[in-house]
Structure formats: structure tokens, C-alpha cells
């Protein structure tokens, strides 16, 4: 089945900067029959701190378990991602898979297994070969050097287009680099979707405050978009922190106010991440983005988001340029939360559809209709008078969703 | 937009006797354009029981307001139904008209305000001028009896066929009858989708054993299908008894063991609607039921079967004749349960796929493909040693469900 790239894919993979303490490389290790690259190995200087977040399926697959094991030690010299198997509910034979991967590694780099990082996606349910997978490792190895697109590029499965993203810094007068790649397009969902997200940046930090600002920043980004409200056996989200770039006065408590400027530059490449998975959503056409404000928490304001972004009426309705604002009502109603209506207004792009429970007087069907064509929908709901407020992205639910998903494995 | 009929429609609506102690009619009184009758009424005789549930929704609609408030009272003399219009999300116009539409019956039956339960069903938003339905009232009430093919009908909106269904018990050597008609087909989700039901029979029954026996027989019928994961702002599904067959020892405990007899009859037409909605889900081809055993509650067991029948990758999956039970692990995943995998099973059809958290070595790729191919699918999850269960039914995600609700408003 050809898929066509989708619509909402940036023009082309952005020039992404090297990291200092980082080699990678990318190669095909048999487990797509095609000789499209499937595992990527990137090894990582002593020292480097890690941060990992997962999914929270109750069916996690064998790299996630091995994960969840080693993220409390905090540090990593090696990430190992293959493509075209998830090794999930794979039993026994699927934690061995990772137990065999993670020695050769062991082996070969001479590190502590607690600094292994494997994470898998593609199929559920096929056991995965570790066969395949060792006898490539010391071939990727010694490969060299292959670019960030080849990289993001290995990762995918039924995404469209690679995706990467970077910002930097300053702190100290000294630059700091943020570089990340990703993929996912369907069974996206917050905490989490199949996506898989690796950051790497050169910045010298403790694992404790990267692991608080990845928390922090995943809420703002990954766990803020939606595709189809599946959630994955397999998701995961690497920030590594090669050290590189060290200060004389180190980062030592997570109150450190130098750290707003990281964190920022941070969210920076994680939403832009998060977008552009979004952007890829299967079958997506449209990008909807909305808005929750004047919500008694953030949490709050999210749930809400989410009820609507989820809503495949709501999608649908985008998806055929229909105005049909009645479904965003029903949507935020299952939300299972109360709002007082006198207080709520929804807006459409910049059109007030309704305020205070009802349709408003100014509302134009014909204005909306027009508005509805455009290639991002802005959806801004105000639900009270609280401080809180978040925003959700998610896409639009098209035929190509259908074909996409009704034919993947055959 | 043409609507074809659901290939799962049963091929024709059934033969439904009358019910004693009622007279209904329909109508078209002007919310739809097209000459469709969109206007019921249903009177019933003095002393007459009522019970009924609601949706859950956050956003109910004015009528589903104004039914909250009556059905304490217990009693029911008139329904009054329109289709083409939800009276939801119109504020305190909306309420008005409910008000106008109450006290018209009021006026011309000389019933208590409480015995009049009012329902809307159709677009969200738009306001519903309570003048067309007053307009009217007094020639639908005397225009003399429709059929309840007539009745079940004039309460569709893209429901490809009329929903109906009945049953019959003997308790005490006398004959009693339940009747019900419904409709529904997209929105719906427990607690309850876009659906109304309503179910009259003749037994002399007080209103509170009528309700503990609906809200046993809603959970096992209507709050266990999904189409698209939507709530409605609307669902209303009403029972009435208007106790036409009474007995000498009346009915004055939840505990007479007669009640059983009612209870499987009535809950034989429930479960009979609900399957007829799900079977009409929107661009539906495919029946899925989903039997979860083994569990520790039955709440449990029904989570975990709505969790996979809302999956939209499990549903495209099976519009796609693909049998990626991987699909149906991470659907499992995403209902927040802990799963024993040693315990853990999973068949499609009579075809074991998984057993103890991995594919079965009897698993046959070419044996399950063929059975996917088949109207109706079954799936089949044992996920411990449990006493509970709890069956599940849902429909395939098509490009038809796109189709529709793309262009439903235009």
C-alpha cells in the first residue's frame, strides 16, 4: 500500500546540529524484509545523565519493562531502537530478546547494563528475533557516523515523514544544544501513543532535574495530543544529557533559576516534536489545536481538551469542513466535569459560536463554513473564571485513517 | 446524501403487538423539511409507572433536564418525542420549550406536570421553536393510533432502519407483555450514545422495582455497546407499565422471586435494541461481540471489553478483515487493568491466538484470516480465574462512518 506524505509534514527535515559526546549510526538488520534501515544504535560519552518517560499501557512490551528497570539509575551510554517489531506480548521470549541485545552491548562498549536503553515498535504480537539484532550490533558499531535524518528516519513504521527537531541556548555564556527525533502517526495517545521520542543535548545536569523537567515538559507536549485515543504497548520518550557542556557552579537543586532557560528550550523541540507528530496523524489532512482557558487547574483544562480532541465526531466534522460546533458541546459533555455555562464561550478560528449555553446572536454559519477550509482549526474554549489553562493538539479523522489502518499488516 | 441500509439490518421490521393501556401517533409537524413524520406521542392510562435512565453527559440537553427532574415522581401519562432537533446546548430558550410542551399536555390530557416525559433527538445547538410541537399536540392526540413501526421510525435520524422488539412472560398463569422501540446509531457509547428507548409493558409494577430492574437491564444491554466512543447530550431510555395485567398479590419487594421472570423478558428486549443500535452503527458492516471472563467484577470485565471496543485501530482492523489481535493486547493495555499474562487468553472465533502473554504455537495466520472474513465476529478474553463476566458488542470502523459524519449537517 503506497501512503501518501502527508499534507501537514514541514517542507523538508530541518538541518539538525551534531552533539558533543554522541555517535550514531543506523542500519538494516534483517527484520523489515525490505532493505529499509530498522535499528539505530547511538552510543553516549561516560558520565551522561538519563531521563525516561512510558507508556502507561498495563500491556507494556519487553523494552518498556527493561526501561521502567533501569531509568532510577539515571545514566546512559547507549540507546538501542529497532523498527517493524514492537516485541510486545512476546512473553518470555521478548525479555530475553532485550536481555541478549543489552549484553552484547555490555560486551562491546564495556558499560553498566543499567545504561542500556532499548526501546522497539511495529508489530504487537510477532516474536522478535535477538539473533537479527546482536549479530548487527558490532556492524552498527563500527559503522560510523550516519546523519539525524538517517537516524529518525530508521524509526519509523507508518509515519510519513522523519521528524526532528532542535533549539538552543545560553547559560553561563555558554551554548547548549537540544536535538531530538521521533516517530509515531496512529495509536497516539497521551501517556503515550506508539511514539517514541529520543532528546540529546549536551548540557551537564543531574538525572534527578532532567528527569523532573522531561515529567514537566511531556505534560506540555507528548501527553497533550492525541490521533485516535489508542495508547501503545511501546512508548517512550529518552532525554539524554551528554555533559559536555560543563559549569563551573553545577546544577545542583531543581530550583536553580538558570534551569527556566533550558526547560524552555526544552519544550521548544518536544512540542515541536509533538506537533509535528500530530501533523503526521494517520490519514490527517487538517491540524486542530485547542485551546482550554479560565480552568480551575491545568489538569482540568487538559481532560476537557482531550474529550474534544478525541471526539471522531468533532474529527469527522473537521475533516469534511463542516462547522458543526454542536459536537464540540457533546464532546466536552462526556468529559465528565461541570461547567457552569453562564460562564462558557466557545470561538471557532476567530468566530464566537457560542456564549453563555447557547448559540450566539452574531454567529454566522456562511463565515464559518469559510473558516473551516483552512489547513489548521483553531478551537478556543473558555470555561470559567479560574488561571488554568492548556492547549491539545490533534488532527482530523479522514477516509485515509480508514484505508491506512484497515490494511497496515497485510 | 444517500444512506444505505446496514448490511446487519435484520431484513424486516417485527411484528409488535399491541400493548394494553396505550395510544400513540405520529406526526410530521415541521422541524424537518422533508415530510417524515418527526413528532411522537404516546399517552398512557391512570396510574401508569414510569422509570428512566439518562445520559451521563456534562451537557445534557433541556429535555433530558427536564426527565431528571420528573422521574423521581414515578409516574407517566404522555411521552412526547421529535426527531431533526436535540434541543440541547439552547439554554434557557430550550427549557421554555420543553415548559410550553408539558404544559400543552397538561391541558389536554389533565395529567400532573410530572407525569409528561419529553425527548429530542437530532442536531445540537440549534434552537427548537416550541410552537411547531404545541401547533400540534391536539391533532397528533386525536389523529387516532400509528403502528409501532410508524412510532419507531419517526424517531430516527440516520438510522439506516426502524429499531423495534418484543417479548412476552406468564407470571401467575397471566400473560404480560413488553414492547420497545429505539433508535441510535452513531454517538454512542455507554451512559448512554446518541440513543432513545423506550419500552412499554402491561404488568402492574410499582415505579421503584421499574427502575432497579431497568438500571440492571440498561448495564447489561445499552450501557454495554459502542459505536465511536461519543456521548450524547440526549440519551433517554424510558420504561412504562401501565398495569393493564395486575394480580391479586401485587408486586411490593425488589425481592419476589416472580420479578425474575419480568426481569429476563424484559432484559430480552433491551439487549435485542441495543444489538439492533450497534448493528446500525454508523457505516457498520461488521457485528463484534466481546465476551470478557475470568474477571473479579463484572465492572472490571465490561471496562476491559469497552476498552478494546472503542479502540478505532481494533475496529479498523476488523473492517479490514485483518485478524492483528496485536491490536486487541493494546486495547486491553489502555483500560488501566492489571493483567496475570500466565492467566491471560485470547481466541477470535474458536481460533486461540494468545495464551500466557504470547501468540499460541497452534496460532494460524491463514485460519484466522479466513474466519475475519465472516458478518459477525467474536472475541473471546479470559483474563483470570474470576467468577465475573461481561459481554460487550460493537460495530467495525468503515470509511462509511467517515462518509457519514463528514456530511451529516449538510
Given at each position: 500500500?503506497?501512503?501518501?506524505?502527508?499534507?501537514?509534514?514541514?517542507?523538508?527535515?530541518?538541518?539538525?546540529?551534531?552533539?558533543?559526546?554522541?555517535?550514531?549510526?543506523?542500519?538494516?538488520?534483517?527484520?523489515?524484509?525490505?532493505?529499509?534501515?530498522?535499528?539505530?544504535?547511538?552510543?553516549?560519552?561516560?558520565?551522561?545523565?538519563?531521563?525516561?518517560?512510558?507508556?502507561?499501557?498495563?500491556?507494556?512490551?519487553?523494552?518498556?519493562?527493561?526501561?521502567?528497570?533501569?531509568?532510577?539509575?539515571?545514566?546512559?551510554?547507549?540507546?538501542?531502537?529497532?523498527?517493524?517489531?514492537?516485541?510486545?506480548?512476546?512473553?518470555?521470549?521478548?525479555?530475553?530478546?532485550?536481555?541478549?541485545?543489552?549484553?552484547?552491548?555490555?560486551?562491546?562498549?564495556?558499560?553498566?547494563?543499567?545504561?542500556?536503553?532499548?526501546?522497539?515498535?511495529?508489530?504487537?504480537?510477532?516474536?522478535?528475533?535477538?539473533?537479527?539484532?546482536?549479530?548487527?550490533?558490532?556492524?552498527?558499531?563500527?559503522?560510523?557516523?550516519?546523519?539525524?535524518?538517517?537516524?529518525?528516519?530508521?524509526?519509523?513504521?507508518?509515519?510519513?515523514?522523519?521528524?526532528?527537531?532542535?533549539?538552543?541556548?545560553?547559560?553561563?555564556?555558554?551554548?547548549?544544544?537540544?536535538?531530538?527525533?521521533?516517530?509515531?502517526?496512529?495509536?497516539?495517545?497521551?501517556?503515550?501513543?506508539?511514539?517514541?521520542?529520543?532528546?540529546?543535548?549536551?548540557?551537564?545536569?543531574?538525572?534527578?532535574?532532567?528527569?523532573?523537567?522531561?515529567?514537566?515538559?511531556?505534560?506540555?507536549?507528548?501527553?497533550?495530543?492525541?490521533?485516535?485515543?489508542?495508547?501503545?504497548?511501546?512508548?517512550?520518550?529518552?532525554?539524554?544529557?551528554?555533559?559536555?557542556?560543563?559549569?563551573?557552579?553545577?546544577?545542583?537543586?531543581?530550583?536553580?533559576?538558570?534551569?527556566?532557560?533550558?526547560?524552555?528550550?526544552?519544550?521548544?523541540?518536544?512540542?515541536?516534536?509533538?506537533?509535528?507528530?500530530?501533523?503526521?496523524?494517520?490519514?490527517?489532512?487538517?491540524?486542530?489545536?485547542?485551546?482550554?482557558?479560565?480552568?480551575k487547574s491545568e489538569k482540568i483544562a487538559r481532560k476537557i481538551g482531550l474529550s474534544?480532541?478525541?471526539?471522531?465526531?468533532?474529527?469527522?466534522?473537521?475533516?469534511?469542513?463542516?462547522?458543526?460546533?454542536?459536537?464540540?458541546?457533546?464532546?466536552?459533555?462526556?468529559?465528565?466535569?461541570?461547567?457552569?455555562?453562564?460562564?462558557?464561550?466557545?470561538?471557532?478560528?476567530?468566530?464566537?459560536?457560542?456564549?453563555?449555553?447557547?448559540?450566539?446572536?452574531?454567529?454566522?454559519?456562511?463565515?464559518?463554513?469559510?473558516?473551516?477550509?483552512?489547513?489548521?482549526?483553531?478551537?478556543?474554549?473558555?470555561?470559567?473564571?479560574?488561571?488554568?489553562?492548556?492547549?491539545?493538539?490533534?488532527?482530523?479523522?479522514?477516509?485515509?485513517?480508514?484505508r491506512i489502518n484497515a490494511d497496515y499488516r497485510s
Amino acid at each position: 500500500m503506497l501512503i501518501k506524505k502527508s499534507p501537514l509534514a514541514p517542507s523538508s527535515f530541518p538541518n539538525l546540529p551534531k552533539v558533543g559526546g554522541i555517535s550514531m549510526s543506523s542500519i538494516n538488520c534483517g527484520i523489515r524484509k525490505s532493505k529499509k534501515p530498522d535499528l539505530i544504535l547511538v552510543t553516549m560519552q561516560e558520565g551522561t545523565s538519563a531521563a525516561c518517560t512510558l507508556t502507561k499501557s498495563k500491556m507494556p512490551s519487553a523494552p518498556v519493562n527493561w526501561c521502567k528497570k533501569i531509568r532510577g539509575y539515571g545514566r546512559a551510554r547507549a540507546l538501542v531502537v529497532n523498527s517493524g517489531n514492537a516485541n510486545a506480548h512476546t512473553g518470555e521470549y521478548g525479555e530475553l530478546t532485550v536481555k541478549n541485545t543489552v549484553n552484547k552491548i555490555v560486551d562491546l562498549i564495556k558499560c553498566n547494563k543499567n545504561e542500556v536503553y532499548v526501546a522497539s515498535t511495529g508489530v504487537i504480537g510477532e516474536k522478535l528475533s535477538s539473533k537479527l539484532i546482536t549479530d548487527s550490533i558490532t556492524t552498527i558499531y563500527k559503522k560510523g557516523d550516519s546523519s539525524w535524518k538517517e537516524i529518525a528516519s530508521a524509526i519509523r513504521t507508518t509515519d510519513t515523514f522523519s521528524k526532528g527537531a532542535s533549539s538552543s541556548c545560553k547559560i553561563d555564556g555558554k551554548n547548549i544544544r537540544i536535538v531530538g527525533v521521533a516517530k509515531g502517526s496512529g495509536m497516539v495517545f497521551p501517556n503515550m501513543g506508539t511514539m517514541l521520542a529520543f532528546i540529546f543535548t549536551d548540557i551537564e545536569i543531574p538525572s534527578f532535574i532532567l528527569s523532573a523537567l522531561l515529567k514537566q515538559g511531556v505534560d506540555k507536549s507528548f501527553n497533550s495530543i492525541t490521533v485516535d485515543g489508542d495508547t501503545s504497548t511501546s512508548d517512550t520518550c529518552g532525554l539524554f544529557a551528554t555533559g559536555v557542556v560543563n559549569f563551573k557552579k553545577p546544577f545542583s537543586k531543581i530550583t536553580d533559576k538558570r534551569l527556566n532557560i533550558f526547560s524552555i528550550a526544552l519544550n521548544k523541540v518536544l512540542q515541536n516534536l509533538a506537533r509535528q507528530i500530530v501533523c503526521d496523524g494517520e490519514g490527517a489532512k487538517k491540524l486542530i489545536t485547542i485551546n482550554v482557558r479560565g480552568a480551575k487547574s491545568e489538569k482540568i483544562a487538559r481532560k476537557i481538551g482531550l474529550s474534544v480532541a478525541n471526539s471522531p465526531l468533532v474529527k469527522t466534522a473537521v475533516a469534511g469542513e463542516d462547522g458543526n460546533w454542536g459536537r464540540i458541546v457533546m464532546a466536552m459533555g462526556k468529559a465528565g466535569i461541570s461547567i457552569p455555562l453562564k460562564l462558557l464561550s466557545i470561538s471557532i478560528g476567530n468566530i464566537k459560536v457560542s456564549e453563555a449555553g447557547l448559540v450566539c446572536n452574531s454567529y454566522s454559519e456562511t463565515k464559518l463554513s469559510k473558516y473551516m477550509k483552512n489547513k489548521e482549526i483553531q478551537i478556543d474554549i473558555c470555561i470559567g473564571k479560574g488561571d488554568h489553562s492548556s492547549i491539545v493538539w490533534t488532527c482530523d479523522l479522514t477516509h485515509d485513517y480508514i484505508r491506512i489502518n484497515a490494511d497496515y499488516r497485510s
